[in-house]
């Protein structure tokens, strides 16, 4: 794992935007999978901003996202689908006919799972994918106890998450408690993973998973597995990081050949 700390919540943006930039010059054609929730709103602003100034583009760009409410409908605004079209799709070149999210009010949920892992393969797989982290360390809606080998599936979230995700809907609004994610099996089959992770409630599951041992109890400890994954992070999500001089000192390293 490449583990990068970095001042603040803006510079975690600046960083995972040029990061996603830099794969798109490489491969235009790239397929990303992204990620909703806080964490990756000030990075989609930057990517907005560097398409508006011709920097890159996404025309080629085919996008899976991680996961969706069961029960939401594409069109509900606290789907994650309206959150992608709004947040990041709507202001970029991208065919909006490229970019996939599951489908929050299918009547036929398995389907919709299997199918969805066919439409990755189908695509080749996907060759940069962005995570954010729960505070009980789940990436997608991967709760505690979620098989490392899973498959994109129908997850009950866990009361922390349902509260974690309040925020976003309204008092007397419909809440769901049951998703569509992709398995974390699925998530491993990225060519590439970029975690990003802000603000001292992020500090423990993040020392869980760069740290703590390979555990269903935090999914994002699986990333240990991964061959290219980075965790990029700001120095309050740093905070309870054991080994926090090394991590600094090997970026610091790091930074003489990698360029991105
Ligand atoms: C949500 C999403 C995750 C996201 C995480 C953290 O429930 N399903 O994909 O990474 O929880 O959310 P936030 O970035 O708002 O802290």
Do not use: W
């Given at each position: 794992?490449?583990?990068?700390?970095?001042?603040?919540?803006?510079?975690?943006a600046?960083?995972?935007?040029?990061?996603?930039?830099?794969?798109?010059?490489?491969?235009p054609?790239?397929?990303l999978?992204?990620a909703?929730?806080?964490s990756?709103?000030?990075?989609?602003?930057?990517?907005?901003?560097?398409?508006?100034?011709?920097?890159?583009?996404?025309k080629?760009?085919t996008?899976?996202?991680l996961?969706?409410?069961?029960?939401l409908?594409?069109?509900?605004?606290q789907?994650?689908?309206?959150?992608?079209?709004?947040?990041l799709?709507?202001h970029l070149?991208?065919?909006l006919?490229?970019?996939?999210v599951?489908?929050?009010?299918?009547?036929?949920?398995?389907?919709?799972?299997?199918?969805?892992?066919?439409?990755?393969?189908?695509?080749?797989g996907?060759?940069?994918?962005?995570?954010?982290?729960?505070?009980?360390?789940?990436?997608?809606?991967?709760e505690?106890?979620?098989?490392?080998?899973?498959r994109?599936?129908?997850?009950?979230l866990?009361?922390?998450?349902?509260?974690?995700?309040?925020?976003f809907f309204?008092p007397?609004e419909?809440q769901?408690?049951?998703s569509?994610?992709?398995?974390?099996?699925?998530?491993?089959?990225?060519k590439e993973?970029?975690?990003?992770?802000?603000?001292?409630?992020?500090?423990?599951?993040?020392?869980?998973?760069v740290?703590?041992?390979?555990?269903a109890?935090?999914?994002?400890?699986?990333l240990?597995?991964?061959?290219k994954?980075?965790?990029?992070?700001?120095?309050?999500a740093?905070?309870?990081?054991?080994?926090?001089d090394?991590?600094k000192?090997?970026?610091?390293?790091?930074?003489?050949?990698?360029?991105?």
């Amino acid at each position: 794992m490449r583990i990068i700390i970095l001042k603040d919540n803006q510079a975690v943006a600046d960083f995972g935007a040029q990061h996603i930039q830099n794969k798109l010059r490489q491969q235009p054609s790239s397929t990303l999978g992204l990620a909703t929730g806080s964490s990756p709103i000030k990075l989609y602003e930057q990517l907005i901003t560097a398409y508006k100034n011709n920097e890159v583009s996404f025309k080629d760009v085919t996008t899976f996202n991680l996961d969706e409410y069961l029960g939401l409908a594409d069109v509900h605004p606290q789907s994650y689908r309206h959150f992608m079209n709004t947040q990041l799709f709507n202001h970029l070149d991208i065919k909006l006919t490229n970019t996939f999210v599951p489908d929050g009010s299918t009547t036929d949920p398995f389907k919709t799972c299997a199918d969805y892992e066919e439409l990755i393969v189908g695509k080749g797989g996907i060759d940069l994918q962005l995570l954010g982290i729960g505070k009980n360390g789940h990436i997608g809606f991967n709760e505690p106890s979620s098989s490392l080998a899973s498959r994109t599936r129908v997850k009950t979230l866990s009361k922390s998450t349902v509260e974690a995700n309040q925020h976003f809907f309204n008092p007397d609004e419909f809440q769901p408690y049951l998703s569509i994610t992709m398995g974390i099996g699925s998530i491993m089959e990225a060519k590439e993973i970029l975690l990003i992770a802000t603000g001292e409630t992020k500090a423990n599951a993040i020392q869980q998973t760069v740290e703590g041992p390979l555990s269903a109890h935090c999914p994002a400890s699986i990333l240990q597995m991964h061959s290219k994954a980075i965790i990029a992070m700001d120095e309050d999500a740093a905070q309870q990081l054991h080994d926090i001089d090394f991590y600094k000192y090997v970026e610091k390293e790091n930074q003489r050949y990698i360029k991105s």
